[in-house]
């Protein structure tokens, strides 16, 4: 997906903000009875480039290579880390899925979409798309504000799919080592957030 263009200099990159966006899924993770910690204790934490050690239980063979090639699109590698799929999100994707069977609709009605918009538009399945193919199709559905109406339905599901995917990837070991988070330690004296972190988010005390 391409980056926005009307954003001022000092937005957030897209990898920052959709780190933000794991931050209330990370703090539930401390709960050993939460869902996404459960999630990320059945998946693990692979290594980068490590095959995924189970076949997925809900996805067809078909809708795997759709939500791996997806996840990576929405979190590719890069110098600072591993991709989506490096860190197990797809796997963690498929256990919130058998976990939680009202949302199975929706997951595999949404994979049905992009591949039908792919499908019309390339005349070629989303998975085995161009990386340019790939970034057009996602770049209608990415940013709700300009989304045209009838991109609703695909707005939703990638909203929905980008939350999960930013779950997955920030509750792994990985993905907190590219947040720096610096939880589980003893904080003997708190003296407030950083000066240099206020000022990177715009906000003050």
Not at 15 to 36: K, M, N
Not at 73 to 102: H, K
Request: with cysteine; hydrophobic share 40%; glycine share 8%.
């Amino acid at each position: 997906m391409s980056e926005p263009v009307d954003l001022p200099a000092t937005e957030l990159t897209r990898r920052e903000a959709l780190g933000l966006l794991a931050v209330l899924p990370l703090l539930a993770a401390t709960d050993p009875g939460s869902l996404v910690a459960r999630a990320r204790s059945h998946v693990g934490h692979p290594s980068p480039g490590s095959p995924a050690a189970d076949l997925p239980r809900f996805f067809t063979p078909h809708e795997w290579r759709v939500v791996r090639r997806l996840a990576d699109d929405i979190l590719p590698r890069d110098a600072r880390s591993g991709s989506a799929t490096d860190v197990g999100v797809p796997e963690f994707i498929d256990f919130i899925m058998t976990d939680q069977p009202d949302a199975q609709a929706a997951m595999r009605g949404g994979l049905g979409w992009i591949d039908l918009q792919s499908q019309s538009r390339f005349a070629t399945p989303f998975a085995d798309c161009t990386d340019a193919q790939r970034s057009a199709l996602l770049d209608d559905i990415a940013w709700p504000a300009r989304a045209r109406p009838e991109m609703s339905q695909g707005v939703e599901f990638f909203t929905a799919f980008r939350d999960l995917t930013a779950s997955g990837f920030w509750t792994s070991k990985i993905g907190m080592a590219d947040l720096h988070y610096m939880g589980n330690t003893v904080v003997h004296e708190w003296r407030g957030c950083p000066p240099e972190a206020l000022a990177k988010l715009g906000v003050s005390y």
